[in-house]
């Protein structure tokens, strides 16, 4: 039968590696005429990186690409579209399940064969596979990727916590498979046991907008080719209109929602950084300095380790006519949070975990502030406070 054009797409991807791999066998099983597409980094050391085609049946054909930029990742982009075209111009193919390697973040993916979609390809479903009980300790690793063995390039500097938080929270769907025996195996340094109520209420808060599908269920095929907006999904991660956690706590996990409009005193911030971003799992939003009135700088807390950066102006420092150039999603984020006084600019910060100390962490955070007597100085005043993030926000190259 010639298979339907363009042809469908699902990217399946997570670090936890045996809940990747059960819902890609569930896809293979239950779409018929579906087959898998799996490139292999882990052989990025000997130059090459290891393509793997296959269906239900089994291993259908293999190959290797070389690396591209001595990046693994590089070589997956080079050559996944074309293998993609060449299942769709076979006309045998009816779904194509892209099973990404452990350290690749779908968001790249999702982007390159959406670029390419047209009358051969079209992107169906961003899927990333999840075991409830290894959600923490992966959020809790602050190793390298290097140090675990998953580092796509050699210049890799992402960690298995900020990675995996990456993986949860872009796509729509998360795909559960769940570990029911107990085991003395670890993973990401912790022993491996069944999720309970608090493993399920941390992936609830932390995703929210993602549905939570069983692997093995009929509900994941039809999921894979429900269709997945990209630019939709950029903009639910993007700092200045991110659809952040709202408050919650279940089962011992709470999510605390910090806002505030003064802006952080750039000093105090920054000595309280380290018990900030150990306070909590997970967290992340956006936030403005006294001395940097114009810079959305974004939060990205997970594993221990923190990252802030630059995510451009906030709009109240652009003139009326650059709003005309700014997408609409980000224009209704802005209109909606307006102050009269300091316009977009807000303190809006998420912060999730088992245990969280949620009046210490506002007590800590409001201590950063800027004090009545600081904030009577005015912006003038502001940009002459001492500069603390100078080493983060604009590093000697």
């Not at 239900?56 to 591209?68: F, H, K, M, S």
Request: aromatic fraction near 4%; glycine fraction near 6%.
């Amino acid at each position: 039968m010639t298979a339907p054009r363009p042809l469908p797409v699902a990217l399946v991807g997570g670090l936890h590696a045996d809940a990747r791999r059960a819902a890609v066998e569930h896809l293979l099983r239950t779409v018929p005429g579906s087959v898998a597409l799996h490139h292999d980094l882990s052989t990025a050391a000997d130059g090459t990186v290891r393509r793997t085609v296959r269906d239900r049946t089994g291993t259908l054909d293999e190959g290797e690409t070389p690396l591209v930029n001595d990046c693994a990742c590089c070589a997956l982009r080079e050559d996944l579209v074309p293998e993609l075209e060449r299942l769709a111009a076979a006309g045998a193919c009816r779904l194509a399940v892209v099973e990404l390697w452990d350290s690749v973040e779908p968001k790249a993916m999702a982007e390159v064969v959406a670029a390419h979609a047209g009358e051969d390809l079209r992107l169906t479903g961003v899927i990333t596979a999840v075991d409830p009980a290894l959600v923490l300790p992966a959020l809790g690793c602050g190793d390298d990727l290097s140090e675990a063995g998953l580092a796509a390039a050699a210049a890799d500097q992402r960690t298995v916590a900020d990675t995996f938080a990456r993986q949860l929270e872009y796509p729509t769907v998360l795909a559960l498979a769940e570990n029911t025996a107990e085991t003395d195996d670890t993973a990401f340094g912790e022993p491996v046991a069944p999720a309970d109520d608090a493993d399920h209420a941390l992936l609830a808060q932390l995703a929210p907008t993602a549905r939570r599908i069983a692997a093995g269920s009929a509900e994941l095929a039809a999921a894979a080719v429900a269709g997945f907006d990209v630019e939709a999904a950029a903009a639910r991660q993007h700092p200045a209109c991110a659809l952040l956690p709202q408050e919650a706590d279940a089962d011992g996990v709470t999510t605390i929602v910090w806002r505030a409009r003064r802006p952080f005193h750039p000093g105090r911030l920054y000595a309280a950084l380290e018990d900030l971003c150990c306070a909590a799992a997970r967290s992340r939003g956006r936030f403005w300095l006294a001395d940097r009135p114009d810079t959305l700088l974004a939060w990205d807390a997970a594993g221990g380790a923190l990252c802030v950066e630059s995510a451009g102006p906030w709009l109240a420092a652009l003139p009326d006519a650059a709003w005309d150039m700014v997408p609409p999603d980000r224009r209704v984020a802005a209109s909606l949070d307006w102050d009269p006084e300091h316009g977009d600019r807000v303190q809006h910060l998420a912060f999730t975990s088992p245990g969280l100390d949620g009046d210490g962490l506002r007590e800590l955070l409001a201590s950063c502030l800027l004090t009545d007597a600081e904030y009577a100085g005015g912006p003038s005043a502001w940009r002459r406070l001492p500069a603390a993030f100078d080493a983060l926000l604009d590093p000697v190259s």
